[in-house]
């Protein structure tokens, strides 16, 4: 059962300690070995035991472990294997569970997970209450309202069924460097509608691949390039983009510039940019100004005259990470919305003041939230009527642009 202990290790830094779920893989995998077949076996476990976290905490509300009790966890890894895996054999993991758990291995305990029928025969909650769907879709009950709120039942469910499915990954190809085909096997790309972005249907991780290595592919969603291809004029020469989530924005612009637009990049923090900063150091980039800031006089030291495009990227609830992240919403505290809201507001309304006149200004956040998007805009088109909105979606997993995404595009009136 060299397996479930090590997945235990890994959901517990995860659960009890906050750690990511890709950075425990890595730190208990570091520790204890090399093999990749149990590394893999390790990573679905602790996976399933995170994409049911609520239905497993839900089974297990009425056996009682003291505050971050690891033999918690172990149960989780126990039933993610009896009712969904079948990697390992039921009676020996079940011995091993015993064993381990010793004097708290109560009859309760053995029912469960002796239990013949369905697991969701083990939950009794309403039918089709907000309870129900959460522990259906692992979706905290406060986000399942949310999104029914602001986007009535028939989009919320279909995004929660979303959710819990993989998203697909594409890669762009970049024109600063040489073609994918020439780097990787062709038959593991799939074109998408828009040029330069291939779908990757290949089935090992797409980092491995020699195109992604030396920079030539990076990750992007084919609507982020048709976005950009639509408002980034060829013939401008000021770009700005505050780019306090996405990485991949910053690549975006460097290959939509081939080398030859100033970009500045305003980041809040650059120790949370490694990668941007190691992209422009081993690419020898010279057209980025990349520098940290994080109220408007700082702005004014990076950019030091009107842009003709500003794209304000912020902080935001990210709910974009779901499908990719099994523990994002387990780590996720929503009394961050109104900050993040707050700063979003402030840093769109000061990044605006840079904008030329006839210049244009994008928002646009990864996540499903109307507070962060829609009341955002409203508010400040309020506030500054010299700006006109001329383009805006909020873009749903669902859709064909597989993607949680909210865009504004404004233009700035030429002020007579």
């Known amino acids: 059962m060299k397996e479930i202990v090590l997945a235990n290790q890994v959901l ?55 505050e971050k009790d690891p033999d918690e966890n172990l149960l989780f890894l126990a039933l993610a294997n009896k009712f969904f895996l079948h990697r390992l054999d039921e009676n020996q993991l079940h011995d091993f569970v015993k064993k381990q758990l010793g004097e708290k291995y109560t009859p309760e305990i053995e029912k469960i997970l002796k239990y013949d029928g369905k697991i969701n025969e083990l939950v009794d909650v309403e039918k089709d209450s907000f309870e129900s769907v959460s522990i259906r879709f692992n979706t905290p009950v406060w986000l399942v309202k949310m999104w029914k709120n602001h986007f009535g039942t028939r989009n919320s469910f279909k995004l929660l069924k979303t959710n819990i499915s993989a998203d697909k990954t594409y890669l762009r190809y970049n024109p600063c460097f040489a073609r994918p085909v020439e780097l990787d096997d062709a038959s593991l790309f799939k074109q998408s509608e828009v040029e330069n972005v291939y779908e990757y249907i ?38 700005s ?10 690549k975006e612009l460097h290959a939509q510039s081939n080398n030859k637009q100033g970009i500045n990049v305003v980041v809040s923090k650059l120790d949370e940019h490694v990668e941007s900063q190691r992209y422009i150091r081993v690419n020898k980039i010279t057209n980025i100004n990349l520098f940290e800031a994080n109220e408007i006089y700082g702005y004014k030291v990076g950019i030091t005259s009107p842009q003709d495009l500003v794209i304000v990227n912020p902080t ?29 507001k402030e840093v769109l309304k000061d990044l605006s003041t840079f904008v030329n006149d006839g210049g244009i200004l994008i928002y646009m956040v990864d996540t499903l939230n109307k507070k962060e998007s829609l009341s955002v805009v409203s508010s400040f088109l309020l506030n500054n009527p010299e ?30």
């Open 202 to 239: 290949g089935k090992e991780s797409y980092k491995r691949l020699e195109g992604y290595q030396k920079n030539a592919l990076f990750v992007l969603k084919p609507v982020i390039k048709e976005l950009f291809d639509k408002y980034i004029n060829p013939l401008s020469e000021q770009i």
């Open 241 to 250: 983009l505050y780019a306090n989530e996405d990485e991949y924005l910053i």
């Open 316 to 344: 935001s609830s990210s709910f974009n990470k779901i499908r990719s992240l099994p523990d994002y919403l387990l780590h996720f505290d929503p009394q961050n919305l109104d900050k993040y809201i707050a700063k979003q």
């Open 12 to 66: 517990n830094e995860i659960i009890f300690e906050g750690v990511s779920f890709k950075k425990a893989l890595k730190n208990v995998f570091a520790e204890n070995y090399k093999d990749r077949k149990q590394a893999s076996i390790v990573s679905i476990f602790v996976g399933c035991a995170l994409r049911h976290n609520l239905l497993f905490k839900k089974v297990l509300e009425n056996v009682k472990f003291v």
């Open 387 to 416: 700006f006109e909105l001329i383009d805006e979606r909020q873009i749903f997993p669902f859709e064909d642009e597989d993607v949680a995404l909210y865009y504004a595009v404004m233009k700035k009136e030429i002020q007579k």
